[in-house]
């Protein structure tokens, strides 16, 4: 079992910053990749960036790339996403994800644990 705990959402104004944290317990943080996923209102829950086990590789959906970045901290077990140049479209609920193994995943059913989520939204 993985537990996974984010943190860091909040209000942020269009074009502004946050950086969410994902604190991971249990099993060894370093055997998994990571991904981090949200979902808005009435929506789908969508992939948005994932990690491998060494952090060595990343990948961002299109919609985040160039002003979100995924990075992961293994000796402290903790994985982070820094958002820049926010707009009110990136408004969701955004949660940490695990999947054995090392290579990173865009898809959402092969990953086997799940944070709460923490709520971002962003004014205009």
């Known amino acids: 079992q993985v537990q996974l705990v984010e943190s860091g959402g909040g209000l942020v104004q269009a074009g502004g910053s946050l950086r969410l944290s994902c604190a991971a317990s249990g099993r060894t943080f370093g055997n998994y990749a990571m991904g981090w996923f949200r979902q808005a209102p009435g929506k789908e829950r969508e992939f948005v960036a994932a990690?491998?086990?060494?952090?060595?590789?990343?990948y961002c959906a299109d919609s985040v790339k160039g002003r979100f970045t995924i990075s992961r901290d293994n000796a402290k077990n903790t994985l982070y996403l820094q958002m820049n140049s926010l707009k009110p479209e990136d408004t969701a609920v955004y949660y940490c994800a695990a999947t054995p193994g090392v290579i990173f995943t865009t898809t959402l059913a092969l990953y086997d644990y799940w944070g709460q989520g923490t709520q971002v939204t962003v004014s205009s």
């Open positions: 990690i491998s086990w060494s952090g060595g590789s990343t």
